[in-house]
């Protein structure tokens, strides 16, 4: 598996590999136009309160096969999200997404991030990824759910330096979870 930075060469197929594992979520396809187009997609980056947002592929055999990304919100020079991490079926049982997320964490480290957090959801397709997380170091705190959720979120943080992070539901003045969208609201807009 090879990681390399997102470009608009690939935009195109890296898109499809997002929809293929994220099926049931929108963003990441103005997010990856984002990484690469920042000032024609400042609305996205300022609803979000994002300085930011960066993207690497994963090649497998010379395909495209996973992606991961690095949001940076405004007011948190310390912090690093992952988001929009996985791998395609073909590239994944090999070691690669411990690979991939080994990179992400020290291309955060190595930014001068202190703090590598991420979001996600307590469901059986993420129970891997969730151990993969755990072993890495990262400890997880409940979130509260938004109106309609049935299922349990969770906010996953990795203190970069050695030194345990805030919990982000501590952190005054936090912005919402990027990604996240109430049920009820989705359906009112489909």
Known sequence: ???????????????????????????????????????????????????????WVARFE?????????????GMPSDAWLSWYGLTPVARGRGNGGRLLDWVIRTARDEGRTVLRLWTTVEDEYRLAIQLYEKRGFTAEEYPPLPGETWRTIVMSLGLTG????????????????????????????
Not at 7 to 32: D, G, N, R, Y
Not at 62 to 74: F, I, T
Not at 184 to 189: G, I, S
């Open 62 to 74: 010379g395909r495209v096969a996973g992606l991961a990304g690095l949001y940076y919100y405004r």
């Open 163 to 190: 030194a345990t992070p805030i919990p982000w539901l501590s952190l005054a003045d936090r912005p919402e979870l990027c990604g996240r969208v109430a049920p009820l609201a989705a359906e009112k807009v489909a």
């Open 1 to 55: 598996m090879r990681i390399e930075q997102l470009e608009p060469a690939v935009l195109e197929e890296t898109q499809h590999v997002a929809s293929e594992l994220f099926p049931w979520e929108h963003e990441h396809h103005t997010a990856l136009c984002a990484a690469l187009f920042p000032e024609a997609h400042a609305e996205f980056l300022n609803s979000r309160r994002l300085n930011a947002a960066r993207f």
